[in-house]
């Protein structure tokens, strides 16, 4: 009965201070997870009372708060959700400076006469300086020709877009 005793008595101290080491830890991993939801919380969200209620849900509720804490918070930090929008405003950009066929909407290089999909006349060679013009454009801003004057090279290759498509639009191709 006395050995017991004996052993209790020198087991109560020893369990004191290992409570106590407990116990301190507990507090610290506390304090550093209310830090750390700070400093977290600071950088995904610049909105004041979200950074006051996410810390004081750590704060006020040791543990319980932080798996809260952490299915609340944005998903993304300001500077990703930044990095994304840029990325989207390039890709926006890039999609608008693709040019598109007015007739198919497929993509088409700026420089084609005709488009390869649908056989649309988009342009067309000036007989002059064999550069590619607008349909519209009666005279050729490269080189002044205006078409009145047919030159051996326009002879071989007609200038006129509407001249040269419907010979390569084939049957039952050319109305997609
Ligand atoms: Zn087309
Ligand atoms: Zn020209």
Same mark, same amino acid.
């Given at each position: 009965?006395?050995?017991? +005793?004996? $052993?209790?008595?020198? *087991?109560?101290? @020893? &369990?004191?201070?290992? #409570? ?5 830890? =507990? ?23 979200? +950074?006051? $209620?996410?810390?004081? *849900?750590?704060? @006020? &509720?040791?543990?319980? #708060? ?5 299915? =609340? ?104």
């Amino acid at each position: 009965m006395e050995v017991i +005793q004996n $052993l209790l008595a020198n *087991l109560i101290p @020893l &369990l004191q201070v290992f #409570g106590i080491f407990v116990g301190a830890y =507990l507090v610290l991993l506390w304090a550093a997870s209310v830090l750390w939801a700070y400093r977290g919380i600071r950088r995904r969200s610049e909105d004041i009372s979200v +950074q006051v $209620l996410a810390v004081s *849900l750590v704060l @006020l &509720l040791p543990f319980v #708060g932080l798996p809260l804490h952490l299915i =609340l918070r944005p998903p993304q930090t300001v500077a990703e959700k930044y990095e994304r929008e840029l990325e989207q405003e390039y890709l926006r950009r890039d999609l608008e400076e693709k040019f598109i066929c007015p007739e198919c909407q497929r993509p088409i290089e700026p420089d084609f006469v005709l488009c390869p999909h649908c056989f649309t006349a988009l342009r067309r060679r000036c007989g002059g300086c064999q550069r590619v013009v607008d349909l519209t454009w009666s005279v050729c801003p490269y080189c002044g020709d205006d078409g009145s004057t047919p030159t051996a090279a326009s002879r071989q290759a007609p200038t006129v877009a509407g001249a040269v498509y419907p010979a390569l639009a084939r049957p039952g191709e050319g109305s997609r």
